[in-house]
């Protein structure tokens, strides 16, 4: 079998509310934004893919399409190769990768959680996110959750620390502990800053605090873990296994986040699974305003490892539309894995068209 074809859209879907807008420290959106792949073989078999391009400037759908016509000749079967020899920045190629896997369940017949060793988990757990909110909209956005059947709320945070506080109490006072509570200060604050935020946090329990800090030196983070009683986890400062293990080893991390967009595809988030579960350390997909295509990974990856044991970050709820035939049913706050071929979805090219947004 050989890639016959490919073809990438640009494509920006509107958000609804409780998601817009959507506020982190360093900017707010209404929109999202991602790369679609669709890939084509001579069997007729053809494969989706997806990958973040939120916030980055120069894209071009004719220059993303120049890049990818690399795959057209390869074995989309030989995703061992295909790593091996993809000279393609890691968001393009993180796309293509999962076209590449939904070709291959679609070939052997089986849903893609089955090639990655079998389904665990027949219900992924979803949390929900909100970006940065008042005290009293954050109360009114949990208690939404909570009615929609949601365990696990994540925050962004980081513009003030006495408003990320408010925002926390916000939560509880609304919803009590019936969400665990993650919040996302996407690097905002020096260690000496995280520290401070984090011992205030502690009465408010939460489930961890998510990079407040740079991503290196690790040993920040290490030295962060011993100030407080609130977890750590990292999101910026995970790409691939490698960098995984240097975290165990630093001890720098109670928590993983891995993402297909930063470690280059589905395969090096398998193998981060891995690395955590031989660690008992909790991995958590993280999320990056997806549509259906990488929302379909994520299940996929967090229903066959069992790593990925904790509810995975989702903004998916939040779309006016997904760009796929049929969009993933989210039911009290979960997906099923699904039970066809391949990610179980289908690109719909008439909505490509209709939220295309570049040449």
Known sequence: MQVTAVRIWIVEVPQIPPIAPYRSHIRTTSTSTSGIARV?????????????????????????QEQAAWLIGHDPLNLAAYHRDCP???????????????????????????????????????????????????????????????STLKTKAGTDMTEDLEMVRGVRDAVG???????????????????????RLEQYELEYLEQPIMAEPLSDARWLREQSRTPIALNESVTD????????????????????????????????????????????????????????????????????????????FGLEDDITVEPLPIVRGKIAVPDKPGLGIEGDETKLNRYAILP
């Open 241 to 316: 296994a490698a960098s995984v293990w240097r975290i165990l080893k630093e001890d720098a991390a109670a928590f993983i986040l891995p993402d297909t967009h930063c470690a280059g595809g589905l395969l090096e988030c398998v193998k981060i699974g891995y690395v955590c579960e031989a660690a008992g350390v909790p991995c958590i997909m993280h999320c990056g305003h997806d549509m259906g295509p990488k929302t379909a990974a994520m299940v996929h990856i967090a229903a066959a490892l069992p790593a990925y044991s904790l509810a995975n970050d989702s903004t998916y």
């Open 177 to 199: 502990m019936k969400l665990k509570l993650r919040i996302d200060p996407n690097r905002a604050y020096s260690p000496q800053q995280a520290a401070e935020l984090a011992r």
């Open 88 to 150: 393609l920045d890691w968001r393009l190629k993180s796309g293509l990768e999962m076209a590449l896997w939904d070709i291959c369940g679609k070939a052997a017949g089986v849903p893609v959680a089955v090639l990655m060793g079998g389904i665990l988990r027949p219900q992924v757990e979803l949390a929900a996110c909100m970006g940065i909110q008042s005290y009293e909209r954050a109360g009114e956005i949990a208690s939404y959750y909570v009615e929609q059947g949601y």
């Open 40 to 64: 084509d073989t001579d069997d007729g078999l053809t494969g989706w893919g997806e990958f973040n391009l939120n916030f980055l400037p120069g894209l071009t759908t004719g220059k993303l």
